[in-house]
């Protein structure tokens, strides 16, 4: 059977994403279209808007065949990283093809990029990871630098990337397209506005936001001690204090992320360190994870369920 990968998060679900799994299909003439997906926790930085289990349900209704998860430790992290353990993770199922979602919709040229530029691993601490990426690739929207990453990762397995261009901007936050983008949607959602017409998830959504943990993030801020702090991972550079002076003087997120965010440290970094702090992970115990060996499932239907029989007789 041919495998084809998507990497995902579906915060929430919507008939973009229905469209990406049936052009996917159609591009790549595969057999079982395989998900990895983020699980509770999203690359952002931020809870997903409802739980897994909920968008493991709607996207096996809409196209795919198999989800597996990408797991917390890739999946709140920078786009390097998440790139690694979601094409690992769809290497690990035995993918041939994987599709994503690109803003300039050339595929020859963002396997240029990826093929003449090494890994940006040692960044400028005045300068953002985004401003390091726009260094090395020129000016690229974020699904872009994730097609870049995706596509490193790739060749290792000798898996074929494709891209399908995206009818609506990463950042978009309006409601006028067909397609509308997940950070729309979960704008509309809290302004209690109908989003029916374009996420079949729309009844089931729980309204769940970095927002409902502010009080808490404040809380361990101010108790825990500043070593413990330290230790804890993307806690570098004493952003620890930043945070805690930041934390004392603003009674909103919204504030406390204005105040933190700076050259160095984009608002989406900091969303993901304040992640880690709530989980309390720690660095070492990300530095002792071994690699990648297993898949995660979370849901199949028929069709994935015949291709993990044929995944688990081949390990035989």
């Known amino acids: 059977m041919k495998a084809c990968g998507v990497i995902c998060e579906y915060n929430p679900f919507h008939y973009g994403h229905a469209y990406h799994l049936h052009k996917s299909r159609e591009i790549t003439g595969c057999d079982v279209m395989i998900c990895a997906m983020s699980g509770n926790f999203v690359q952002r930085g931020e809870p997903a808007i409802t739980d897994k289990w909920s968008r493991v349900k709607t996207a096996l209704q809409h196209g ?21 353990g ?4 769809l290497a690990l199922a035995h993918v041939s093809d994987i599709v994503f979602g690109s803003e300039c919709g050339d595929i020859d ?15 400028k601490k005045s300068v953002s990871v985004p401003k390091t990426y726009e260094k090395l690739y020129g000016t690229h929207l974020p699904n872009d630098i994730l097609g870049i990453n ?22 978009d936050r309006h409601l006028t397209k067909k397609f509308a983008s997940a950070n729309a949607l979960r704008d509309a959602l809290f302004d209690n506005k109908d989003i029916s017409a374009y996420t079949p998830m729309y009844d ?23 070593a413990y702090l330290q230790s ?21 997120l919204n504030a406390f992320l204005e105040s933190v965010t700076c050259k160095r440290y984009t608002t ?15 660095k070492t115990e990300i530095n002792a994870l071994p690699s990648l060996a297993h898949i995660r499932v979370l849901g199949f239907n028929s069709v994935g369920q015949r291709y993990l029989k044929t995944l688990k007789e081949h390990e035989e």
Not at 268 to 282: A, C, E, V
């Open 109 to 123: 040229r963002l396997i240029q990029l990826a093929t003449h530029h090494d890994h940006p691993d040692h960044f």
């Open 204 to 226: 089931i959504l729980a309204k769940h936001a970095l927002d409902d943990y502010y009080r808490y993030i404040q809380g361990l801020l101010f108790s825990l001690p500043k």
């Open 64 to 84: 795919a065949d198999l989800i597996i998860e990408l797991p917390f430790a890739y999946a709140t992290q920078s786009a390097r990283y998440f790139a690694k």
């Open 150 to 171: 995706y596509i490193k990762e790739m060749k290792p397995y000798d898996i074929t990337p494709h891209c399908i261009q995206r009818t609506n901007r990463y950042h």
């Open 232 to 252: 804890l991972f993307l806690m570098d550079e004493g952003i620890e204090q930043r945070l805690i002076t930041a934390a004392k003087q603003c009674n909103s």
């Open 86 to 89: 979601a094409v690992t993770s």
């Open 268 to 282: 989406s970094r900091i969303r993901r360190t304040l992640i880690h702090l709530l989980n309390q992970t720690t």
